[in-house]
């Protein structure tokens, strides 16, 4: 039997345009890119061609148009794991239910995502401007803990390694941290050979999860340092961003590819940060639309 989707659970606008998005399914291009800030979504958009939409909505503003030829949807996801399961169950839902019927549609129809982001390096070989593509991420988050099929898809042991080496007991991300893999394929495809393959942390904040201390001191002072010397089967962890673990997680049991790539705009460890990247972050937008 065809599973159906009740309105309460899909919320779907008069206009036919999926609730949060504001984005029809006929809007929707196979490859996606995915930004955190709205005003980068005109920056993508500044290469694109026979625009189809322009939505805007809260935080997420969509234009779909073409890239040489290729179909290219870009959307933002405004700040944090918890708007990734918006945007991906969103976009999922464009791709795979038929809105006029509320039905999961009988072939699945596969997405390529890469979230194209700024993040906090953690590595000597990680300083300001380096592009970090995610092979892995560890989620300090908890969202893919609401799906089942969580331990299936995420690396048990690089969990316990990693909550073994910081001496968490409970508390801090309980029952996360959760670690899952970016999609190999699309790895080898968008960081080819001239970005940093990396292991991130997907954090649930930008301050006292990420190690910042401001005026209110953190659970674990040592934390940061930790990280740094994390390593597990030659992986190091190598930067700090926001939504990469809920990208990842839900795009692996949902049966997309995805990925995501960062430019380094502070180095932790060095103590180094540059604000001034929205027009070299153009660079790094140029290189994943020509690689996607
Ligand atoms: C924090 O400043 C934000 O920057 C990073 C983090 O993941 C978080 O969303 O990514 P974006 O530049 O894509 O927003
Ligand atoms: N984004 C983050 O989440 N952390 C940083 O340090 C920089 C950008």
């Not at 029809?24 to 958009?45: M, S, T």
């Not at 809260?58 to 918006?86: A, L, M, Q």
């Not at 001239?194 to 002072?221: H, K, N, S, W, Y």
């Not at 994390?230 to 990925?259: C, D, P, Q, V, W």
Request: hydrophobic share 40%; with cysteine; charged share 25%.
């Amino acid at each position: 039997m065809k599973k159906y989707f009740a309105s309460s659970e899909l919320i779907i606008n008069d206009d036919g345009s999926v609730f949060h998005l504001h984005v029809k399914p006929e809007w929707l291009a196979d490859k996606v890119i995915l930004v955190g800030d709205p005003g980068r979504v005109a920056l993508v958009g500044s290469h694109l061609e026979n625009r189809e939409c322009e939505v805007e909505s809260r935080e997420f503003k969509t234009i779909t148009g073409t890239y040489k030829g290729k179909r290219i949807t870009v959307v933002s996801t405004g700040i944090g794991c918890d708007n990734i399961d918006i945007v991906m169950n969103e976009l999922d839902a464009l791709a795979n239910i038929d809105f006029n019927t509320r039905e999961e549609k009988p072939q699945l129809r596969q997405l390529e995502l890469v979230r194209i982001g700024t993040c906090g390096g953690l590595q000597p070989n990680t300083p300001v401007g380096t592009f970090i593509c995610s092979q892995k991420s560890i989620g300090f988050d908890g969202l893919l803990n609401f799906y089942s099929g969580r331990n299936e898809v995420c690396d048990l042991q690089f969990e316990r390694a990693f909550l073994n080496h910081m001496g968490w007991s409970g508390n801090m991300c309980a029952p996360a941290p959760y670690v899952i893999d970016a999609n190999a394929e699309l790895i080898e495809r968008i960081a080819a050979d001239d970005m940093v393959r990396g292991v991130t942390i997907a954090a649930g904040g930008f301050f006292g999860p990420q190690g910042r201390e401001l005026r209110i001191p953190l659970a674990d002072p040592k934390q940061n340092e930790k990280i740094e010397n994390f390593e597990y089967n030659g992986y190091r962890i190598t930067n700090f961003e926001m939504e990469s673990s809920a990208l990842a997680g839900l795009s692996r049991l949902m049966g997309h590819k995805a990925t995501t790539v960062c430019m380094v705009i502070a180095n932790r460890l060095i103590k180094e940060a540059n604000t001034g990247y929205k027009n070299t972050i153009d660079v790094l937008i140029k290189t994943v639309l020509d690689r996607i």
